[in-house]
């Protein structure tokens, strides 16, 4: 494993995680608030059944 050269970026690679995540935060709750998902799961159970 390369952790020493990853220590010398640690800084840099610290600022892009955080995009990442708000990312990630600003999508799981517009999947949430999305109707189309819920109808999506109820298609899911529909094929099921």
């Keep these: ?5 990853k220590k010398g970026q640690d ?5 892009p995680p955080k995009d990442e995540i ?8 517009h ?3 999305d109707e189309s998902v819920k109808g999506g799961r ?3 159970r529909k094929q099921t059944e």
């Design 11 to 15: 800084d840099r690679i610290a600022e």
């Design 42 to 44: 109820i298609n899911m």
């Design 1 to 5: 494993m390369a952790t020493e050269k």
């Design 31 to 33: 999947l949430d608030e």
């Design 22 to 29: 708000k990312d990630l935060s600003a999508r799981k709750p």
